[in-house]
């Protein structure tokens, strides 16, 4: 209507729940800033991941309290797809689900004051007593290896069976420097590793 233009508000990438911005050099900026929620809401970063050059270098702000796994594991699936160098810049709280996307990563950068969280799944389901029962010994079993593998080398064995028995493991940012440094030494120890991942913290050197 004329005249009623100024009381349009203008819809900009800020205001998706998953902003993704493209540089003119093709590098991508996405901010993973809230929930992570169904898996179609991140049907464009996947297909973004997948289709990027090896010239490309993608930034994920992680900043989450985690969410679904499954839409976490959509997104991990399209990392270890993509040809692309995938940065992951963490802040804030980074719990759940957000940490094994932080941890399928080639680089991280800390903040400073990082609250970085790994807990063992939760949820719910109905149906049938032993279609409950089967249901959840599967699911049980498949993420308890998931994790596992997501996990490995920068969680111990006994750490990892804690948080599989329940506990909550929270650490500080150079508790995560730390403990990805270690992956890094031990996946350079072997031969199928060309590229190790590497870990900065903003306002220090740089770790490799």
């Given amino acids: ?32 800033t809230d929930s992570i929620n169904e898996p179609f809401e991140y049907n464009e970063l996947c297909h973004r ?15 989450t309290p985690g969410g679904i796994i499954d839409s976490a594991l959509m997104i991990i699936d399209a ?6 160098t995938i940065v992951g810049c963490l802040t804030g709280t980074v719990a759940s ?4 996307i932080a941890l399928a990563c080639d680089h991280l950068i800390l903040g400073q004051h990082l609250t970085f969280m790994i807990h063992n799944y939760s949820g719910g389901m109905v149906g049938k ?16 290896e998931a994790f596992k593998s997501f996990y490995a080398g920068f969680l111990t064995p006994k750490e990892m069976q804690s948080i599989i028995d329940g506990r909550d493991l929270w650490l500080s940012s ?18 199928k590793v060309v590229d190790a991942p590497t870990v900065s913290r903003r306002g ?3 770790k490799a």
């Fill in 49 to 63: 991941l997948r289709a990027a050059p090896a010239s490309t270098t993608v930034t994920l702000h992680i900043n």
């Fill in 79 to 84: 990392m270890k797809a993509s040809q692309a």
């Fill in 204 to 206: 220090r050197p740089r």
């Fill in 97 to 100: 689900a957000g940490t094994i």
């Fill in 129 to 144: 007593g032993h279609e409950m029962k089967a249901h959840q010994e599967f699911v049980d079993r498949n993420l308890n």
């Fill in 1 to 32: 209507m004329p005249g009623l233009d100024f009381l349009r508000e203008k819809h900009t990438i800020w205001d998706n729940s998953l902003p993704i911005v493209q540089h003119d050099n093709g590098n991508l900026e996405v901010y993973i």
């Fill in 174 to 191: 150079e508790e995560v420097a730390e403990r990805w440094q270690r992956r890094l030494d031990l996946l350079t120890t072997s031969p």
